[in-house]
Every structure is written in structure tokens, then in C-alpha cells.
């Protein structure tokens, strides 16, 4: 069989003629990034072949630079007969990621929203006892004098030892004394032991709380009888090398082995994030004893092992919407295998967990039409009605209040996150985060993460960019740039432009940073898809934006968007800014919640149930507002007055 040796990493495989390279390379646990999942749309899992050639099905989607350095798509190429050796390019934005830090979300948080201490009631609690020592002819076990003291607090309900925990209940009860702490959950049925210490250790008692999103994962370990947040630590999602957005990614998990690639990939992170977690927090993994996870419908798939396909395919049937509690173990998660793991539940193929969770964050579960009744029923609806928007690769949105919630999901893409995108990076150092334009000669004036010179742009700066391009007129409504020889930044190719950023000698590799109008149209293409699906279920329920109290603004990209910046190019509605909440990471914020309160648990629960889904897919009326919202800011102009 042939040998292929990747570099950088200096790794060797051999794999029979015909292998597909990204097969290859998964075998070798070497990752090639391929945002489109293998499906040949993207061109941006370059790499390099030599010696020789490999076979190949065609080099299409790539510039004419690109084709000239020799590089070819990983994901067209199958091994020859002969020993190969791949070189993969450093991948932009790896590194440096720009992530929140999970302690000032909760900052964010109207605090009449958060649990009270007075809630404060997790699913598992850590009793400490005094078992006393057997005595001659009672015909008591070690089990039975511990559940007898267990059998107060558990109120009669069935008490379970798992043989994990048996095995330690004879040693623990000795070592100090009779003395133990003896660790409880209670699923509403039952009682479970799920770990037995000797001495007193009740304050050492963790519990998790988890965003699993498609670009960032976030874990938080949490005191539970606190309520403190000990560490909290993000990082991208393993799984992006296979695919940016879920669409792509499902169509990576086509095989049962590609299927696991993905678990053990997003696993790795979640399970990377605990280990420092607990080690930049002084905590024992093994005290643990608690999980909230929330992530959309495909990442839960994902995480579970659970095939994703048919989330994709006509009716977009999930395999499941809501699970039981889940052991620790079972999951793979590295906290006390015993320990019990919530997920948070969906409501449709593309509004999941995070949703559900997230909406706790905001006034819509709490608010309702019944309040101020000195005023007309349409009215005080109107007044406590509000919008939940979380932009991200997908753009889930939820609109109602205590009475009614309608909820809906539209694939806004990776552009956000700098995919789709020529020179687009994640937000990472040197990515271009803002770019001011001057009025006059039209050129930019760009800042970075970091203050290092740029090597791509992201999403946020994306926006800046069109924002001032559209505001000082060298950007029309198609997205079209100025091409009249005014702004020497604007370079026109034919029947098309491109906007210059930086020169080869300005930027950190060495190459032109510029953007296309081809990259214009994908921003537009995105923003039209959130404010679309917002405007759809505003006009389904028969109202406005001008009815609209509140409206919340989450996810990871929310937290750098500029507000004004988002209304001029037609993200978000023209509406006051006083309206405008930015709630950091609902998901994660709501997950914290959930692990400190069942209280918080059933709301969840409850709301959830409350949600009206609707599937943008089979809605026609849909395509008439995204086409409508393809323009800056919108073909209907007197719905941003403010910005005219």
C-alpha cells in the first residue's frame, strides 16, 4: 500500500490506492480544514502534493493564485499508487481565538431573572453522616445502616447504590470513623448514590454547565451551594476542520465512522475545557457531580453519537427532541463517572437546547399580557412582547411573550465567523475587527484583535465595512462598489470590484488583503436570512418591529456586534436603541441556571412546550421577505427611516 506523510506534522500512514486524502488524513488524526464537510463547494482545504501527482477530479474553485503555488482541493484527491507527501498551510485564526471570558455574562443578566439564593436547589446534594458501627446479631450491612440514615432526608424514596459506589461504601466508613459524605441525586423517583467520601467533604460540590455551539464551546465549573462561578474556559469546537456550519458537517457524518470522528472531536473539546477548568480552578474532576449541556439539535446529535441525516432531509425529523438524564460515563464526559448530564431540550430540527435554554435570559417566559390591565388588550400585548435574536453559523430566533412564543431557525452560514469569505478568519489575532472609512476618498482605516498587522477580516468587521462603505455612498444597495475612479482602494476586474484593505506589504503573510463583491453578496445573503426570518414571524403574528418592547441580542458574535453598524446594513430592525439588550452567552447563562435550580428546569420545561415552530423551509412567504431583505438595508426603505 502506499505511504502518505503529512506535514507539518510529520505523520505516516499507509492506506490502500484510491483512498480519499481526507480519509487519510482522519486515519492519521491529522486534520485538513474542509468547511463545506468534504463536499467540494468551499475550496478551502488546500494542501500541496509531491512528489508526483495525485489522482484528482478537478481543481476548480480555486483562484489563479492558488493554482499557480500548486495547491489542490484535499478533498477531490485520491492516493495514487505510489508514496505521496502532503503539506497542509497554517490554517488563519487557529490560534488566539477571541472568546468571552464566561464570568461577565452573568453581569448581563437583568438580575431579577437569575435564581435567588432561596432557589438554589441542584439535583444532587452531599450529606454528611455519621453511620455507627455494627453491632453483634443486628443482621445489618454497611448498605443498610447508611440507608437507614439516608431514608429521613430521601422521604421513602427508592435508594440505589451503584456497584461503582458499593464497592467503596465498606473502606469509606472506616477510614474516618463512621464519618462520610455521601453524595445524592434525585431524578424526582428516586434517589441515586453516585459517590461516597470518607470525612466531611460537603463544600467540595461542582456541577457544570455547557455551551456546545457549532464555532465555540464554552464549560463552567460552578459551586453549587454558591452559586460561584470557579473557572470558565472556551474554546473553538474540534469539529470546524469537518465542516463550519451543521449542514456541512451532517453531510461529513454520511458514514458511521465519520459519525464518530465528529463525537470524539467535539467530546475532545468539551472534555480539553474541563481539564483546564479544573486545574486553573483547584477542583477535583472526580467531585463534579452535576451537568447542564445545551447546544442546537445537530451538535446534541452529534455529542450523543446519534445519526444526524435525516434533521436534513424532508420532513427534518431529529431523532430525538428530549432525553433523560444521562450518565457521565455513558457520554464519555470526564467528570465522576457516576454523575448525571442534562440536556437541554429541543423543539425543532434547527432550534435546539440552546434556545431553550437561552430564553430563560430574557423577559419572554415571565412576561405576559395579563399585566397592566388598565389598558387595551392589544396594547398591553404589544408592550410586553418581545424579539430574542442569537446570531451565530445559525440564526435562531424566538418572538412572543408569556402567552404565545413562536420560534424559527434560518441558515445565516458561516459568513458571520469570516466563512464564505475570500479573506475571512474566526476572530482571532490579527483578524480585522472594524474598519472606518473616510468620507471623502473612500479609503480604509482598519484595526485588529490584537493590534498586529492583519491577516484576514471577520465578521464583525465585515459589517463596519459595508456599513461605512453603504454610509458615505461607495456601496450601493446591490452590494455593488463604486467603480467611477473615486475611491483608489476600489479596484474594478471586469464585471466585477474589489475593495482594497491592506497591500501585500501591509498584512502579516505577505499577500494583497482585499474584498470581493462575490464576498459583499454573502454578508448580504446572511443578514437577509436573519432579518427575514424576524420579519416573517412579526408579520404571521400580525404586529410590527414598532410593536416590539424588547429586543435581546445573543450568542458568541452578538458580544462584538456594533448595533449600529448591524441596523445600517440591514441585520437587525431600525427600532430605537434603547429597545436593543445584549445578553452575552444566553445558552451558557441559561445552562448555569438550569444546574442550580430545578425550579429553573421546569420553566424550561414548560416554555419550551409553549413554542410554536415554524419551518422556514416549507413557508413560501418566507422567500419573498429574504428577497425583499437582499438589499442594503432593504428594498423597503421606510423601514430604516432612522438611518435616511
Not at 472568546?99 to 446534594?125: A, H
Not at 431514608?151 to 427508592?158: D, H, L, N, R, S
Not at 428546569?601 to 412567504?621: C, E, F
Amino acid at each position: 500500500m502506499p505511504q502518505v506523510t503529512f506535514l507539518p506534522q510529520n505523520k505516516t500512514i499507509n492506506v490502500p490506492t484510491g483512498t480519499e486524502l481526507l480519509e487519510a488524513a482522519r486515519a492519521a488524526q491529522v486534520e485538513i480544514s474542509s468547511p463545506c464537510g468534504g463536499n467540494g463547494t468551499c475550496g478551502k482545504c488546500l494542501v500541496t502534493i509531491k512528489p508526483g501527482k495525485a489522482v484528482t477530479q478537478s481543481s476548480g474553485l480555486l483562484s489563479g493564485e492558488s493554482a499557480y503555488e500548486g495547491f489542490v482541493r484535499a478533498c477531490r484527491i485520491k492516493i495514487p499508487d505510489h508514496d505521496i507527501v502532503v503539506d497542509i498551510p497554517v490554517q488563519k485564526g487557529r490560534k488566539d481565538g477571541q472568546f468571552g471570558t464566561g464570568f461577565d455574562d452573568l453581569q448581563l443578566i437583568q438580575q431579577e431573572l437569575l435564581p435567588q439564593k432561596s432557589q438554589y436547589n441542584p439535583r444532587t446534594v452531599k450529606r454528611f453522616l455519621e453511620v455507627p458501627p455494627p453491632k453483634p446479631g443486628d443482621g445489618l450491612s454497611d448498605a443498610d445502616r447508611l440507608t437507614r440514615l439516608l431514608q429521613p432526608e430521601c422521604k421513602k424514596k427508592e435508594i440505589i447504590f451503584p456497584l461503582t459506589v458499593m464497592k467503596r461504601v465498606a473502606d469509606c466508613i472506616r477510614q474516618e470513623n463512621g464519618f462520610v459524605t455521601v453524595t445524592v441525586f434525585n431524578d424526582g423517583q428516586r434517589d441515586l448514590i453516585i459517590d461516597i467520601e470518607p470525612g466531611n467533604t460537603a463544600d467540595a460540590h461542582y456541577g457544570i454547565a455547557a455551551d456546545i455551539g457549532t464555532t465555540t464551546v464554552t464549560v463552567q465549573i460552578i459551586h453549587l451551594p454558591t452559586g460561584a462561578v470557579i473557572a470558565s474556559e472556551s474554546d473553538y469546537n474540534g469539529q470546524i476542520p469537518c465542516g463550519l456550519d451543521v449542514i456541512s458537517r451532517i453531510n461529513y457524518a454520511r458514514t458511521p465512522e465519520r459519525l464518530e470522528d465528529l463525537r470524539k472531536k467535539v467530546l475532545g473539546t468539551v472534555n480539553s475545557l474541563i481539564s483546564r477548568a479544573a486545574e486553573n480552578g483547584n477542583v477535583n474532576p472526580q467531585q463534579i457531580y452535576n451537568a447542564v449541556i445545551s447546544a442546537n439539535t445537530i451538535m446534541t446529535h452529534l455529542l450523543l453519537g446519534l445519526k444526524p441525516e435525516y434533521i436534513r432531509l424532508e420532513p427534518y425529523t431529529p431523532t430525538v427532541h428530549e432525553l433523560p438524564y444521562l450518565r457521565a460515563s455513558d457520554i464519555e464526559i470526564n467528570i465522576n463517572p457516576e454523575s448525571m448530564v442534562y440536556i437541554s431540550p429541543s423543539v425543532g430540527s434547527y432550534v435546539g437546547g440552546d434556545i431553550t435554554a437561552g430564553i430563560l435570559c430574557t423577559g419572554l417566559p415571565t412576561s405576559s399580557s395579563q399585566a397592566g390591565e388598565h389598558i387595551d388588550s392589544d396594547r398591553r400585548i404589544n408592550m410586553l412582547t418581545s424579539l430574542f435574536i442569537d446570531i451565530g453559523t445559525n440564526g435562531e430566533i424566538v418572538f412572543g411573550n408569556n402567552d404565545f412564543l413562536m420560534t424559527c431557525a434560518c441558515s445565516a452560514g458561516p459568513a458571520f465567523e469570516g466563512g464564505g469569505i475570500s479573506c475571512g478568519m474566526r476572530a482571532a489575532s490579527g483578524a480585522v475587527e472594524h474598519v472606518d472609512i473616510d468620507p471623502h476618498t473612500g479609503m480604509p482605516s482598519c484595526r485588529t484583535i490584537h493590534n498586529i498587522k492583519p491577516e484576514g477580516i471577520c465578521g464583525s468587521g465585515m459589517i463596519s465595512l459595508l456599513a461605512n462603505l453603504f454610509r458615505y455612498g461607495f456601496l450601493d444597495a446591490a452590494g455593488k462598489l463604486d467603480r467611477s475612479g473615486k475611491c483608489p482602494a476600489v479596484i474594478p476586474m471586469g464585471r466585477t470590484a474589489k475593495y482594497i484593505l491592506a497591500h501585500a506589504g501591509q498584512t502579516a503573510n505577505g499577500k494583497e488583503l482585499s474584498v470581493s463583491e462575490l464576498d459583499i453578496e454573502n454578508i448580504i445573503r446572511a443578514k437577509a436570512a436573519i432579518f427575514s426570518a424576524c420579519a416573517l414571524m412579526i408579520h404571521q403574528a400580525g404586529m410590527t418591529f414598532d410593536d416590539v418592547a424588547q429586543i435581546y441580542i445573543g450568542g458568541g458574535f452578538g458580544r462584538f456586534l456594533d448595533i449600529e453598524k448591524a441596523i445600517t446594513i440591514g441585520l437587525l430592525p431600525d427600532q430605537p436603541r434603547a429597545k436593543f439588550r445584549y445578553i452575552g452567552n444566553s445558552s451558557l447563562m441559561g445552562s448555569y441556571m438550569i444546574l442550580l435550580s430545578h425550579e429553573y428546569r421546569k420553566k424550561q420545561i414548560s416554555t419550551a412546550g409553549k413554542m410554536t415552530y415554524l419551518d422556514l423551509h416549507t413557508d413560501p412567504a418566507y422567500m419573498d421577505q429574504y428577497t425583499a431583505a437582499l438589499f442594503l438595508p432593504h428594498t423597503d426603505t421606510s423601514l430604516f427611516k432612522r438611518i435616511f
